[in-house]
């Protein structure tokens, strides 16, 4: 990974820009990447979200949504090199939803856990922690920690009143197999995730992320995340909420392109920001190992290896991806770090190769 001699950090109510000619970047061929994405915006996600909700339910019941929502704003998008913001464009202080992108701040408040030891250790059963019948069962008592991070579960029931063969994209109907042997993306499964993290750290996932995260990397105060309706629960005597792990249903996290770019740099960073260590190193590690059973995948970040997910990215290179092709691209050989917002899922390995074209030498 290149970095300066001393890596710069943003502070709360500043982030230094520099030329991309000041680190190493062609301006002109910066600028075509920053065109490119501005005139790529996603064809598929209307502006009013509604439409969206309204389209899925109509085919299948299940889908309606049980948490809040909002009308997107516009693509948009921000490029950091060595930390140093090198091209912005559109509003990247708008709050938005961001679907998928959520799953990576799952993982990242379970890394919290995990750091604190309120998680002995990650092949350990999620029954030993989650002691309320959820994980009861032939198959779902043996479902582990990593097993949930990397979408392995094969976990069986409802949730919120979702269950979990609503979000089955292999076959509704299928067999299910032993868990950490098949993997499967879904939402409700990710959801369980974060009740599982709720009940290990016994505090609600926005109110630990802000105090250990959010706050000391300086991000804004104007991100949310959002469970659902039906996802209330009494912990220790009080009322708190479960919150998602994306928008399938509504809820997850809502937040500015900038702050993702904070939460993006901090792992770029390996967990070190301003003297201290936020997010362990060996998390990140963890987080970034491809997955037993799918590569591309680690703890709730799609990786790389063999350009097999984005052919013109560098196999150092990680993910968190949200639906309507909202994404963190953390690319640490070349010590850059990306966040992009409603672009066209089709045309987005071509922004990266657009990108890494400016990168000199």
Do not use: C
Not at 95 to 120: E, H, N, P
Not at 242 to 269: E, I, K, N, Q
């Amino acid at each position: 990974m290149r970095m300066t001699a001393t890596a710069y950090e943003p502070g709360r109510w500043d982030w230094e820009r520099r030329e991309p000619a000041e680190v190493g970047l062609d301006a002109d061929k910066i600028s075509e990447a920053v065109a490119f994405s501005a005139a790529h915006e996603n064809p598929a996600m209307p502006y009013r979200l509604a439409e969206f909700y309204e389209q899925r339910v109509a085919e299948d019941p299940w889908e309606e949504p049980i948490g809040p929502y909002r009308d997107r704003g516009a693509t948009n998008g921000l490029i950091t090199r060595n930390g140093y913001i090198v091209a912005e464009w559109g509003d990247t202080a708008r709050v938005d939803m961001t679907f998928s992108v959520a799953k990576s701040y799952v993982a990242t408040t379970t890394g919290l856990a995990w750091d604190a030891g309120l998680i002995r250790d990650l092949n350990d059963p999620v029954r030993d922690y989650v002691t309320d019948g959820t994980f009861d069962g032939d198959n779902n008592q043996q479902i582990t920690w990593h097993h949930l991070l990397q979408q392995t579960s094969e976990w069986e029931g409802t949730l919120w009143e979702k269950p979990d063969l609503a979000d089955r994209r292999q076959g509704r109907e299928r067999t299910l197999n032993a868990p950490g042997t098949f993997y499967e993306y879904n939402d409700v499964r990710v959801n369980l995730a974060a009740y599982a993290a709720l009940r290990a750290l016994r505090r609600p996932l926005p109110e630990v992320l802000r105090e250990q995260i959010m706050d000391p990397i300086g991000a804004s105060h104007t991100w949310e995340w959002h469970g659902y309706d039906t996802s209330w629960i009494t912990l220790d005597g009080l009322k708190v909420q479960s919150v998602a792990g994306g928008g399938h249903y509504g809820g997850g996290v809502w937040a500015s392109t900038r702050d993702h770019a904070r939460f993006g740099l901090l792992h770029l960073r390996r967990g070190h920001w301003g003297g201290r260590q936020l997010l362990s190193e060996a998390w990140i590690g963890r987080a970034t190992t491809p997955g037993d059973v799918n590569p591309t995948y680690g703890y709730m970040w799609w990786l790389n290896p063999d350009r097999q997910l984005f052919p013109s990215a560098p196999e150092s290179s990680f993910f968190a991806l949200g639906l309507g092709r909202n994404v963190i691209w953390v690319e640490p050989e070349h010590d850059l770090l990306t966040v992009v917002r409603w672009t066209d899922a089709d045309r987005f390995d071509e922004f990266i190769a657009l990108v890494l074209a400016a990168v000199a030498g």
